[in-house]
């Protein structure tokens, strides 16, 4: 380690995945909120989640600013990329801010068989995000299809060994 170097601290989030343990019971993320906090870093968030997750949705982190790094982060996790999310978002973007939603690069892809969303960090662009795509494509009733009908068989190329042609 260079100790000649300043520390930086880092603002981190401690996200627990789990189907039987809540925040009062995390003993792991206890221990990680303790450990980085010792080191010198900033606890920015502390939640938990159901193993059980079909869709994330997050907001922000999209424009082009040094510290607008959500596609960075996520894009790389991205199993199959859905260019068409990104596409439909800045058509439906455009009727409302015109020429200005080239600033945003909103994005959606499949990650370990669940749907991730990646949205702007304003209002306006979360409400469009979801009322004129995701809400139709999250509803098993949106014809002529819809994400729903479609998640059992996201995983299908980890069921078949390998992913060539069964």
Known sequence: MNTEKPFIPLSIAVLTVSDTRRIEDDKSGAVLVERLEAAGHRLADRGSQRDEVDVVITTGGTGFTGRDVTPEALEPLFEKRMDGFSAVFHRISFDKIGVSTIQSRATGGVIAATFVFVLPGS???CRD???????????????????????PRLDEHLRRGGGGPA
Not at 140 to 150: D, G, L, Q, S, W
């Open 129 to 151: 995000g979801w009322d004129h795509i995701l809400e139709a494509q999250l509803d098993y009733r949106h014809k002529p299809c819809n994400f729903v009908e479609i998640m």
């Open 123 to 125: 209002p306006g662009a």
